[in-house]
């Protein structure tokens, strides 16, 4: 059997402090668990540009399209503000989803029992919470065309078009269903039929893909009833399934409901390769957060969650995700913190090591 791949791009800013951390997890994992990778690790983003003088070298690409799996940490800083909109560090993320066809972004939002009280929700709302948001990341209204600023009858008109072909959404919504069978088997897909064209064949498209999964339970939802009912009672959703432009917002309102930015991974997956793994790339939500870069106040936990993702997802790794996800919580649930995590006052946080030490002893107490 072959040894599963792994590239690591740590990126920009915090990304190779919480990287480095993530390192020390798979470490302990070939140690400990004899569960393997064969690990590289190039740069993109900034780091890329001040290498190469470009935010993604043709080589690397080519790596990310030959692995089994990209772990990325975050791109982007005040450094690189200035340089042309066709190199900044974002370009090479984007090039990397574009080029790698990763059309299924998926964003959990999972409430850890003691970060609920963080949350701007109440306790009794978020407390379980574990939603997933399938949001389709290739097409949509950021990519139709025609898009741009025209000039017409003597004014500027902005026009982005949403277009989605039948196949656009098939795809996405397969790649929802299959999550569902995963979890509690429950797809709630959000689009605007009631007013938009690409809503209507978007629940029409899904709705005959459903056809194919009859174990799922299928619901449709105005997405701006949606974003009301996330607030209002988001324990009603597993799976929620949606458009480019409506994930975008969804996603980050889901967000918020968990208390920390500092605790969300996310995996962007495409097509399946020949080993019937799908093209993937996994990514905390967190970003490069220049402000804390180099202090050890990072917290690296939204990194480790997203390679517990990877092996899940990639790796067909189940029990070792679960292992990666229950030791983040334990530690939580004993009061152990990095900065952003801080309430109460006279707490003293950990640093970003001591965060993963405890992650490693937690996971070193589950054998």
């Known amino acids: 059997m072959n040894t599963p791949s792994l590239l690591i791009l740590p990126g920009d800013g915090i990304g190779q402090e919480v990287m480095d951390e993530v390192a020390r997890v798979i470490e302990w994992m070939g140690d400990k668990r004899d569960v393997r990778f064969d690990v590289f690790e190039d740069v993109v983003g900034g780091a890329a540009y001040d290498k190469h003088g470009t935010p993604l070298h043709d080589a690397t690409l080519a790596k990310a399209q030959e692995v089994d799996a990209v772990l990325l940490g975050a791109v982007g800083g005040p450094k690189y503000d200035n340089l042309d909109f066709s190199v900044k560090p974002e370009r090479g993320l984007l090039r990397l989803r574009k080029e790698m066809d990763l059309f299924a972004n998926l964003r959990p939002a999972r409430c850890f029992d003691a970060l609920a009280d963080f949350s701007s929700l109440k306790r009794d709302v978020v407390s379980g919470l574990d939603l997933m948001i399938v949001r389709e990341l290739t097409s949509g209204s950021y990519f139709g065309e025609p898009r741009g600023i025209f000039e017409e009858n003597g004014q ?212």
């Open 156 to 367: 500027r008109v902005g026009i982005n078009t949403q277009r989605y072909t039948e196949a656009e959404i098939d795809r996405v919504a397969r790649s929802a269903f299959e999550l569902a069978m995963r979890r509690n088997r429950k797809v709630c897909s959000m689009e605007k039929a009631n007013v938009m064209e690409s809503g209507i064949l978007w629940r029409e498209v899904v709705t005959a893909v459903h056809a194919d999964y009859p174990e799922v339970g299928l619901s449709h939802m105005y997405a701006d009833n949606g974003a009301m009912q996330i607030v209002r009672q988001p324990r009603q959703f597993d799976v929620i399934l949606t458009d480019n432009l409506f994930g975008d917002i969804l996603s980050d309102c889901a967000a918020m409901l968990t208390g920390s930015l500092g605790m969300l991974p996310s995996a962007s997956l495409g097509a399946p390769m020949e080993n019937g793994r799908p093209k993937a790339l996994y990514e905390p939500v967190h970003g490069s957060a220049p402000d804390i870069a180099g202090q050890e106040k990072a917290n690296p936990c939204a990194c480790v969650l997203s390679f517990a993702m990877a092996l899940r997802y990639s790796f067909d790794m189940g029990e070792e995700a679960d292992r990666v996800e229950n030791a983040v919580e334990r530690v939580l649930a004993k009061g152990v913190r990095t900065e952003d995590l801080m309430q109460t006052e006279g707490s003293v946080p950990v640093s970003t090591s001591a965060m993963t030490d405890t992650i490693l002893a937690e996971l070193q107490a589950s054998l």
